[in-house]
């Protein structure tokens, strides 16, 4: 199949689409909220609704990430449109915005391509780096599924990355008891590159009171898979040690990961009597989430002495170990000199991501402290993480076509889009607009309240309800133009388009197309129809052996009274007049 670069796609999408009441493509279902263009067909759908009769599409994968050197080209993903309902799925319009030349598009299928029910439809995605910088677009596939009519998958496209990380880089476990064992320290293994890895040994080394709990019993010798994460809890067991005496060791991990094959974890131990200053971080590590880039998030954490001495406070601090370093985290003590024994303090962290970071950012909380008791200082670690996420909106649908309208007296049904979150992270819209030489023509029936903002979570949109009111006979246009402090469309256009009629009289030709032949056969009319004007011809002759569905406007045939394919359907009636409000 011919390669459909994305310049092209584009260039498409931006062609007008309106419906001028002929023609032989199906027609989606009014109620769905999407244009209804020229006559249509729905295939052997039933009438009961209860039994699902319509069709209902299933997009897979739900999101893409293409991954290659730069110069060469990323293994192909496919994308499978399966029609997972009972009635005919038409594919509409398949595009990337925005578009990139970067990414391709292979083996795309004709506008108005039907997916039979059951049946599946796939085409493929492609991408070629010519930098290390990550690429991001949305997939858009649009049909003629009332219930879901635009699916957004995201694509990422990067470079290829070699990556293990193992965390923390130092262990200290504390003092511990004769004949106790230190509470349970975790060690992160993961393989977060682009290439499975092999963990080729993990052993101990030194002081032989260190043990390694391997995960879930398992030998942690072995493939580590992209993405996977390897946990080992690391203790003490002081079977020798007297008070004050120091104990090390080292955790060995090898791989054949070509940047650091072997990597060294320090470990520390110390004997202990009952005294000391014994501190622990409550909870044990700070997860943050997807947070939006240019702000901040700040979470609380503490530090509990459970010893019988104070520990005094000497320092906190973060490093950072993965991520941009622009994404930084801060913590404050509040100025806080010292724990008591069996006190708590509490640290105040905040995470400010400034550049958008899928794969996330980490740190290390380092709380050091003075134990009085023993005369020494020390340090407590644990884990920070958290992901740098941008705000992104959409129109949901991109565009709204009205059907044909009766000029100058009537008006369309209602058709609305919603201003989407599509993204991530909260967003706020502020406001909106109308331009373009016939905004007038299209009235908003329910406007949102604009206190402020209108604040969005992820997946929340801002409906827009409009009717067309045509000034004339001809075309008309406008822009709804939607303000917000998203991201990637500050301002986000969703163009409005609809073309007034002499008056209610339709004609809709239909080339019958192959029918199932168990089922009704279902033809939609290009216009909201009087019933009692409907007359339909069948290869020029009057037909009487079809009846019509008013709340779908189709007329439809039962089984046993299916014309033939190929044969010319002409449907002749008045359009309803819906009073201008």
């Known amino acids: 199949m011919q390669r459909i670069h994305l310049a092209v796609l584009l260039l498409a999408a931006l062609l007008p689409a309106c419906d001028s009441g002929g023609g032989g493509t199906p027609a989606q279902d009014p109620d769905a909220g999407t244009p209804v263009g020229d006559a249509q067909v729905r295939d052997a759908r039933t009438n009961d609704a209860a039994e699902g009769v319509e069709p209902d599409v299933d997009v897979q994968p739900t999101s893409i990430t293409l991954i290659a ?70 997939l858009l596939i649009r049909t003629n599924d009332p219930d879901q009519e635009q699916v957004i998958i995201p694509v990422t496209g990067r470079t290829l990355q070699n990556c293990l990380r193992v965390s923390p880089g130092m262990i200290s476990v504390g003092r511990v008891q004769p004949g106790q064992q230190s509470g349970l320290f975790g060690v992160t293994i993961s393989n977060c590159g682009d290439f499975d890895l092999n963990i080729t040994d993990v052993r101990l080394e030194g002081d032989p009171g260190f043990r390694v709990v391997p995960p879930e019993g398992r030998d942690p010798v072995g493939p580590l898979a992209r993405s996977a994460i390897l946990a080992l809890d690391v203790f003490y067991q002081n079977d020798a040690l007297v008070p004050d005496q120091l104990a090390q060791g080292h955790l060995i991990i090898e791989s054949d990961a070509t940047a650091n094959p ?3 974890i320090e470990l520390q131990a110390r ?50 170990v993965g991520g941009p370093a622009e994404n930084v985290f801060r913590v404050d003590a509040g100025g806080a000199m010292e724990v008591a024994p069996g006190e708590s303090v509490p640290l105040t962290v905040t995470f400010a991501p400034t550049i958008a970071a899928p794969v996330g950012d980490r740190a290390e909380l380092h709380f050091d402290y003075r134990d009085p008791e023993r005369m020494e200082n020390r340090r407590l670690s644990t884990q920070l993480l958290g992901v740098g996420a941008e705000a992104l909106i959409g129109g949901v649908p991109d565009e709204v076509g ?23 992270v909260p967003l706020c819209v502020t406001g909106y607009r109308l331009e373009g030489p016939d905004c007038a023509a299209f009235v908003l029936v329910a406007e949102p309240d604009f206190a402020e903002c209108i604040p969005l979570l992820p997946d929340e949109g801002v409906p827009f309800p409009f009717v ?103 449907i002749e009636y008045d359009a309803r007049c819906f009073d201008r409000r």
């Open 468 to 570: 067309f009111q045509p000034a004339g006979e001809v075309e008309h246009r406008c822009d709804l133009i939607v303000t917000s402090d998203a991201m990637n469309f500050p301002e986000l256009t969703i163009p409005l388009y609809g073309t007034g009629v002499p008056g209610p009289a339709t004609v809709d030709e239909i080339t019958v197309p192959r029918l199932e032949a168990n089922r009704r056969a279902y033809f939609g009319l290009s216009r909201p129809a009087v019933p009692e004007s409907i007359t339909v011809f069948l290869n020029d002759a009057p037909n009487d052996r079809w009846a019509y569905d008013a709340d779908l406007n189709d007329i439809y045939f039962e089984a046993r009274n299916h014309p033939a394919r190929d044969d010319t359907l002409r």
């Open 402 to 424: 009205f059907e044909n309208t009766t000029a100058l007296v009537c008006e369309s049904t209602e058709h609305r889009t919603a201003a989407t979150n599509v993204g991530f």
């Open 69 to 138: 050197n730069v110069g060469e080209d990323a293994e192909a993903a496919t994308v499978q449109i399966h029609n997972a309902g009972a009635g005919p799925l038409r594919v509409e319009e398949i595009l990337l915005q925005p578009a990139d030349l970067r990414f391709t598009l292979d083996g795309l299928p004709a506008p108005g391509t039907s997916i039979d029910p059951g049946a599946n439809l796939s085409f493929s995605i492609g991408f070629r780096p010519d930098g290390v910088n990550e690429v991001r677009a949305s």
């Open 271 to 320: 004997g202990d009597a009952v005294q000391g200053c014994i501190p622990v971080f409550e909870p044990a590590r700070l997860e943050f989430g997807q947070v939006r880039i240019g702000t901040e998030q700040s979470q609380e954490i503490r530090v509990m002495n459970r010893g019988a001495d104070a520990c005094g406070i000497r320092n906190v601090s973060t490093e950072k």
């Open 262 to 264: 072997v990597v060294d």
